[in-house]
Every structure is written in structure tokens, then in C-alpha cells.
């Protein structure tokens, strides 16, 4: 950005934003340069903290008249550089808007302000008996209008959905500078299926200025189960067979032999280290159902072939198994110096075929990799190990790009939670023709047609492919080391 | 038979003749929205499951396939529509989506755009698109999929949906309180608010209908928690309620309209009969009130109303929306259908 054009923007926006909380000085901008894929950095021409909506729209009005891009930041934990500064664009920082307005435990809702943690919303409604579903990985630090943009996922998308099945309201400010409200007190709003369209939008549409997200009541109870398996195929048959028996699992998670091993390694969770693969699940509601349905989830792993099936005893038990699981990422961390999450969703009946097709592949590019994933969902997220200061960067990223055409080759999607951003631009190329990517184009000019909002991201132009990524991990420093990442 | 080719054809033509189109499946929903002016473009023959793994609880489905051959091919396998749609006649899955009706479930388990994964849809420039795909979570790119329910066919024509499906619970049971009106808000609220195997739950003076779903033990359970009488004919009760065939219905000549309001937001002051359903979220009016009035009401409790049935005109049948939102809905109608052929006038008359 210009000098001069960054002075006259401070100029213009300190006649109604308070001085502060303006970063003008590379030092201030510097914190902001990158979210959670730390491998794109780019210092933003300036930041702007605005503290209230009158504020929001002054900067929007600014930036509108002299055609200055805006990028929009929730926490910055997002995992594909959906709020990747531009070196010419202003960054504003909604995280301070972190107030929850409301929580109406009569009608279980919250209204929050889009700066609220997503583990807040829960803490807040706890006392009420009612939670918020959705519980991505980051949860204690990702804010919820984050969630929506990215449309969150987590680990009880099976039986509870993503992020756009648990809001039911939203607002929004356009760059126009009109405010819209979508959905509405009840469980939908007229027209248009709008609120929808704003989840996974990636911010390239409206900036979200309030959220009003569904609670639900506590389940009575919620149980574990773990079973072992010899083989990833074997694992991957009794996924099927447990939905196929009409179970619903509140979630269930799979891991592979390397991701076992690194975890007993890292923690001693109990793990058997012989087994091939581990499914661990989760039953959750009335008490009498949830002791039912373990029972006979237990019995249909054994007919699959189940070397060990294992119900946690008690809450402690149950963490422990829970624990080892989460702490999958950084175990596997320090096995290598580098590490690259893939993320990706696949039809389940695939897996087994998908995971021998991924180590085949990783076998021929002299890589490992590790697998611990939503199986429940059929979302996976191979883990691929290198070391970048040999120089092994590359051959990830071809490695990687091979892998979500797999996944695009079995009827998959290029990204199943961690959203397109910047690095998945050229897969996105892959996954849809041009008549699909000309009408994103469009959606896009519906709502912003001065192009101003996020652009560059999440959509490619037709004539342009970016480069492949993932979550990049050097020497096991997590660009949130404080977050689990499962 | 896939007829996608025939129907890209027709679209083409419509294009260059400017011609709009009316798009027809079963023809169960013309009673509801607008009335259109167009060619009907029937989808009728394009039918057919084309891809089914029960593990997978996903089935990809072509738009002109009766509702009941899909329902009838899931049960077969212990599963169903999770947001037990409407039919309202012979209806077609493509006209179940675009209407984007759900039923009494639809507060536990989630509506018609919650279990939409994506859509294969002919647009407005003659182009076969496809979005979303058959997976449980998919972030690449715009969701176009979900937007389609409640859309009535002005965006485009859908030629296939893929849906993710529930398995049927393993039973179900219906219980009946007596309650008066002035409680049965906050005795829904309460019910809705705790961790029991609910699957419906509705209120017409004077009595409040629960149904459970679920393992024989925790069934029995909740029944015996909540108390008040086994209703034999429950699965009777859900489905007359569901069609619109129980006398709140068919009696009377009055309009019938839907509120989709705040579950226990108070009731408007508007002289007529009330029926809760949705816990009270989603709340049908037999009234001779104007619509000016009842759009108003709506308003003030924060949700919207929907003339639903009428032998009137059918003028505004849905709420009208405030200038910018229908500017954004102007805007997103010329992105997908800018020759404006797909059922002109069938939502908002300038749309």
C-alpha cells in the first residue's frame, strides 16, 4: 500500500475510530500477516479494530470509495489463508466484537456478536443445560463468525451437523453498506435459502455481524467405545456396518498404525500397538439408549473382525481414549520435522481403497504418512511427514495434489472442513468446470460487484490455478501451539 | 430415464425464443406460491434412483422421481427422509426440494436444506451445473445446493439431488396430555429443552401430541417420564397432520397460513383457530384476517408468514421481504436465470 493512500485512510477513518485502534506501523501490522496456514504471509497495508457497527460501516464507506480491498478476520485459526492479508487491503479484526448479546434458554438460542469463541457459546449455555454442537478442533480460540464463514466443522458432524445446520440467524453488513438480517426467530426466513448460502462463503460475500446460533439440551449421557482392528480395510468395513445396523454415532474417529504407534509413543493412551487400525465412537442421549446402542456397535465390530473392543468404564477412561486421539497431531509431530495436513471427504465405502491408494502413492514419492480422520463422516486428513530443509516441500504439495484427486476420482471433495482459501485454489480447478466456476463468479458480483470483499480467495478465476498446501508444521511448532488439532 | 439432454434442449430453445418456462413435476404443489405464466416444462419422465449404498446414508435421486418410489426404496432398507416431507399429492422429489416443505420432525432432525449435499441444476443459460457432491461435508466452494429448497424452481431445474437419509428409528410412539392454550408454549419449551427422544411435537386446543422415537427402552422410558395417554393411531395423527388432511385443515373456508416464528414467542392477537406444530416454531392460522395483518404480526414476533392455502387471490403469499434483501434476491435470480425464464412471479411478483 502506498504511503500516501495509507495516510489518507487514517486520516479519513480517525474522524470515527478511535486512534488506537487503528496499526498502522509494520511492528502493529506484523501479528496479522498470516492465520492458521502460516506457509502464505502477507503484511496487510493496514489494520483496523472497529468496535461497533456504526464504525464497521465508516470503514466500509471509506474503503468503498476509493475501491480499497477489505479482508476480514474472526481469531485467525482458519487452516487455508481465507484471512491472508493483502499487501494493498485493509485487515479488520472482529475478534473484540465478543460480546454474547442474548441466550434465550426458553427458546434455545444465542445471539453473539461474531467475535465470540465457539467454547464461550457452550460455556455460556452450560448453566441452562443446553450447548452449542459444532466443536471444530480450535474451539477454545476460533470465533464463530469465523465458523460460519468457513462453515465448521469437528468431530460430531455425523449425528449433529456442521456449522450451517446449528445457526439459525445471522446479519450481515454488504459492501453496499446495507445491513441483512437472514433466517429469522423461527427455524427459517423468507425467500431465498441466504443463510445457507453465507456458510462457507469464506467471506467473500458479506461481513457477519451477528450470529444467532441453536442450542441443544446436554445429553443425558454420553459413553466410548474403542475397537481394534488388524487391518485399515477391516476398520473401514465396520464404519459401514455400524451405520448400515442404524446406529448414529455421535462421533467416530479412525486412525491407522503410524498414527497408533506415535500416539502410544507420545502418551500411553491404552492403544493396543499390534492393531492395524482403531475406530474410537461416541454414543450420546438418553441413558437407557446410549447403553443399547454401545452394546450392539460393540457386537456388530466383533462380526467385522474387532481384535479388541473396549467401553471406557468411567469419565476418566473415557478421556484417556479421547485424549490419545487428540493429541494425534502433535504426537505425529514429533516424529518428524515437518508435517503437512491434508483435508479431504470421501464416500466411507472408499475409505479402505482411498488410504492403500495413499500409501501407494506415498510409497512412490519416498514419503509417510500418517492417517487419523472423521470416518463417520468419511472426512480425512492425511498427515504427510517430511523435512523441508532437505527440500521436500515439493514433492509434499505434488504428493498432496494426487491425494485430493483421489479423493475427487471416488466421488470426494477437495476440502471437507478446512475451506478452500488460498491454498486450495488450483484443486478447486479440478473439482468444478467452468460453468460452475463462472456462476461462484457471479454470486460473488451479486453481493459485492465491486469485487472489494476478500477477493482472491476461495474461488479461482478461470484463468488462474494457485498452489496446492496444507496446514504446514515446522519442527513441530503448530501456528497455535496452545490449540488441539484433531 | 435421463432425460437431461431433452430438457437442456428445451431450456435452450426457451432461451432463444424468450420464452418463460413453468416448471412441472407432480403438479402437488400448484396450490402453493404464486401463480406462474410459462410453458410448463414437465419433469415428470426424468426419474429414477441413480445411485444408492444404504452404509453410505446417502441417495443420489433424479428430480422427476415420485416421492413415494424414494421413500418406498429407503424404507426397504430401514431408512427414510430424515425432515419427513409433505406430499401433498403425487408429488416429485425436485418439487419436494424446491417447495422446501419439511414435517413434524423437522425441529429434531433438521429441515429439507439440511440434508441437501448437493445438486446437479440446468441454469438459466442452458448449462448442466453441478454442486455440492455425495459427501457429508464439503466446503469447496459456494454451497448453490442448499439454496435451491424453498426456491420453487425460479433459479433453475434441478435434474438431480443427492440426500444424506436417517435410519428409521426402531420405534415410535405417540402420547397425548390435555393442556390448556395459555400453557402449552412453556410446556412445549420445556419438554424441548431436555434430553429426551422427542421426534414431534404439536398442540391443538386441547391437547398437546408427543411422539418418541427410538430403542424400545428409552421409548418406554420417556413415555413413562412425560405421562398423559398412548395414542394407538399416533402414526395416523402425524400423517393427517403432516398432509393437511385433519379437520383443522379441511373444515372451513377461511385462508390457511403458516407462521415460522420463535417456538415460544406469544401468540399474535389475530382472531382465528391456531394449530402448533414444531414445538410451536412452525404455527398454522385459520383466519379471515387481511394479510396485510398477518404479515405485520409475523414481523413483530421476528418471523415470517406464508399464505399457505386459499380460495382468494393469491397476491403477496409470502412475506414481503425488506429492500435490501430483495435487492440481493434480484441480484442472485439474474445470476442464475438471467433471461428470467424459470417461473416468473412463482415466490415475489418481480422475481
Known amino acids: 500500500m502506498k504511503p500516501e493512500l495509507r495516510a489518507e485512510l487514517i486520516r479519513s477513518l480517525t474522524r470515527f475510530i478511535p486512534a488506537d485502534a487503528i496499526l498502522s506501523t509494520e511492528e502493529e501490522r506484523k501479528p496479522y500477516e498470516c492465520d492458521g496456514l502460516t506457509a502464505y504471509r502477507q503484511l496487510p497495508g493496514l489494520v483496523v479494530l472497529p468496535e461497533d457497527l456504526a464504525q464497521l460501516k465508516g470503514l466500509v464507506e471509506v474503503c468503498r470509495e476509493r475501491e480499497v480491498p477489505l479482508v476480514m478476520r474472526g481469531a485467525g485459526t482458519g487452516l487455508s489463508g481465507g484471512a491472508l492479508p493483502l499487501a494493498d487491503g485493509v485487515l479488520v479484526s472482529l475478534a473484540r466484537w465478543n460480546r454474547i448479546l442474548e441466550l434465550d434458554a426458553v427458546n434455545r438460542i444465542a445471539r453473539v456478536q461474531p467475535g465470540v469463541r465457539n467454547l464461550a457459546i457452550t460455556e455460556a449455555a452450560r448453566p441452562f443445560g443446553l450447548y452449542y454442537a459444532p466443536d471444530p478442533s480450535s474451539q477454545i480460540a476460533c470465533s464463530i463468525g469465523g465458523n460460519v464463514c468457513e462453515n465448521a466443522g469437528g468431530i460430531h458432524c455425523l449425528k449433529y451437523g456442521l456449522t450451517v445446520n446449528n445457526v439459525q440467524g445471522i446479519r450481515i453488513l454488504t459492501l453496499s453498506g446495507d445491513e441483512v438480517e437472514l433466517g429469522g426467530s423461527g427455524y427459517d426466513g423468507p425467500g431465498y435459502d441466504l443463510l445457507a448460502l453465507l456458510h462457507g462463503s469464506e467471506g467473500l460475500l458479506g461481513i457477519v455481524t451477528e450470529v444467532t446460533v441453536r442450542l441443544l439440551p446436554l445429553p443425558e449421557e454420553t459413553r466410548t467405545l474403542m475397537a481394534a482392528f488388524p487391518s485399515v480395510g477391516g476398520a473401514a468395513a465396520a464404519v459401514a456396518a455400524v451405520i448400515r445396523e442404524g446406529l448414529v454415532p455421535a462421533a467416530m474417529e479412525m486412525m491407522d498404525r503410524p498414527a497408533i504407534e506415535a500416539v502410544e509413543d507420545y502418551l500411553h493412551a491404552g492403544y493396543p500397538r499390534s492393531a492395524g487400525a482403531l475406530i474410537i465412537c461416541d454414543f450420546d442421549g438418553p441413558a437407557v439408549q446410549v447403553g443399547e446402542e454401545l452394546a450392539k456397535a460393540g457386537r456388530v465390530m466383533k462380526q467385522e473382525g474387532a481384535e479388541e473392543v473396549k467401553v471406557a468404564a468411567d469419565a476418566s477412561e473415557r478421556l484417556r481414549l479421547w485424549a490419545g486421539r487428540k493429541s494425534a497431531f502433535p504426537a505425529i509431530g514429533r516424529l518428524t520435522p515437518d508435517y503437512y495436513c491434508m483435508d479431504g471427504t470421501i464416500p466411507r465405502h472408499r475409505i479402505a481403497e482411498v488410504l492403500a491408494g495413499i500409501a501407494d502413492l506415498a510409497g512412490c514419492y519416498g514419503l509417510r504418512v500418517a492417517n487419523v480422520f472423521h470416518a463417520g463422516d468419511g472426512n480425512i486428513h492425511p498427515l504427510i511427514m517430511y523435512d523441508s530443509s532437505a527440500g521436500e516441500l515439493e514433492r509434499v504439495e505434488a504428493l498432496g495434489r494426487e491425494i485430493l484427486e483421489l479423493c475427487i476420482g471416488v466421488g470426494g471433495t477437495i476440502t471437507g472442513e478446512h475451506g478452500v482459501g488460498v491454498e486450495k485454489l488450483d484443486s478447486m480447478c479440478q473439482q468444478f468446470g467452468r460453468g460452475e466456476l463462472k456462476l461462484f463468479h457471479d454470486v460473488k458480483h451479486a453481493f459485492d460487484p465491486g469485487g472489494l470483499l476478500n477477493p482472491g480467495k476461495a474461488v479461482p478465476t478461470l484463468s488462474r490455478c494457485a498452489e496446492l498446501g496444507g496446514m504446514h508444521v515446522h519442527e513441530g511448532r503448530l501456528p497455535h501451539p496452545e490449540l488441539e488439532r484433531f | ?351
Open chain 2, 1 to 351: 430415464m435421463d432425460l437431461s439432454e431433452t430438457l437442456r434442449r428445451k431450456v435452450e430453445a426457451a432461451i432463444a425464443e424468450k420464452r418463460p418456462l413453468k416448471i412441472l413435476g407432480g403438479g402437488s404443489k400448484a396450490f402453493y406460491g404464486r401463480e406462474t405464466r410459462g410453458a410448463p416444462l414437465e419433469t415428470g419422465s426424468h426419474r429414477g434412483i441413480v445411485d444408492y449404498v444404504p452404509s453410505e446414508l446417502v441417495v443420489t435421486v433424479r428430480s422427476g422421481t415420485p416421492l413415494v418410489e424414494l421413500e418406498q426404496a429407503l424404507a426397504a432398507e430401514g431408512q427414510m427422509l430424515g425432515f419427513e416431507p409433505p406430499h401433498f399429492g403425487p408429488a416429485t422429489v425436485g418439487g419436494m426440494i424446491a417447495a422446501g416443505l419439511s414435517g413434524p420432525r423437522r425441529p429434531f432432525t433438521g429441515a429439507v436444506r439440511d440434508f441437501i449435499l448437493g445438486v446437479k441444476l440446468l441454469s438459466g443459460r442452458g448449462e448442466i451445473l453441478t454442486f455440492g457432491g455425495q459427501v457429508m461435508k464439503n466446503v469447496a466452494g459456494f454451497d448453490l445446493s442448499r439454496m435451491m429448497a424453498g426456491s420453487l424452481g425460479t433459479l433453475g431445474v434441478m435434474l438431480e439431488v443427492s440426500l444424506k437419509v436417517l435410519p428409521r428409528p426402531e420405534m415410535e410412539v405417540t402420547v397425548r396430555q390435555e393442556i390448556s392454550p395459555e400453557r402449552s408454549l412453556e410446556t412445549m419449551a420445556r419438554i424441548m429443552g431436555k434430553s429426551l427422544p422427542v421426534s414431534a411435537l404439536a398442540y391443538e386446543e386441547p391437547f398437546l401430541t408427543i411422539r418418541l422415537s427410538g430403542l424400545e427402552a428409552a421409548v418406554a422410558g420417556a413415555a413413562a417420564r412425560l405421562g398423559g395417554d398412548l395414542l394407538s393411531e399416533g402414526e395416523r395423527y402425524w400423517l393427517e397432520l403432516r398432509e393437511q388432511r385433519a379437520p383443522f385443515f379441511t373444515e372451513g373456508e377461511s385462508d390457511l397460513w403458516r407462521l415460522a416464528v420463535a417456538p415460544a414467542a406469544p401468540l399474535a392477537d389475530i382472531p382465528g383457530r391456531w394449530l402448533l406444530d414444531w414445538g410451536g416454531a412452525q404455527r398454522w392460522l385459520r383466519t379471515s384476517a387481511t394479510a396485510g395483518e398477518v404479515f405485520a404480526a409475523a414481523r413483530v414476533a421476528g418471523g415470517h408468514a406464508t399464505l399457505f392455502r386459499t380460495s382468494g387471490e393469491r397476491g403477496q403469499v409470502f412475506q414481503p421481504l425488506p429492500p435490501e434483501l430483495a435487492r440481493l434476491h434480484h441480484a442472485l435470480k439474474r445470476a442464475f436465470d438471467p433471461h428470467r425464464l424459470f417461473n416468473p412471479g412463482r415466490m415475489y411478483e418481480d422475481l
